[in-house]
């Protein structure tokens, strides 16, 4: 994986039977995107989960019996 200067780090943490995405806030223009498939560059997606912002980071809880999944932020 590469990430872009400047681009926010996305950490990603278990925590039981989900993980928690979380990433520096503000980040401005910086969007969450999801992924079946890392090979196939149209099937990035915006999730359907609720984003956190406590005005320090950003974070969203996925569970994992969602399956295999890719994620990025993403800037236009």
Not at 3 to 17: D, F, Y
Not at 43 to 59: A, F
Request: no cysteine; charged share 10%.
């Amino acid at each position: 994986a590469t990430q872009p200067l400047g681009a926010p780090s996305l950490r990603i943490t278990r925590s039981g039977n989900s993980i928690v995405l979380s990433w520096p806030s503000p980040s401005t223009g910086f969007s969450l995107q999801q992924n079946g498939n890392v090979n196939n560059a149209l099937g990035w997606s915006s999730p359907l989960v609720s984003i956190s912002d406590d005005g320090i980071t950003r974070s969203t809880t996925i569970p994992v019996s969602i399956g295999n999944l890719f994620f990025r932020l993403f800037n236009p």
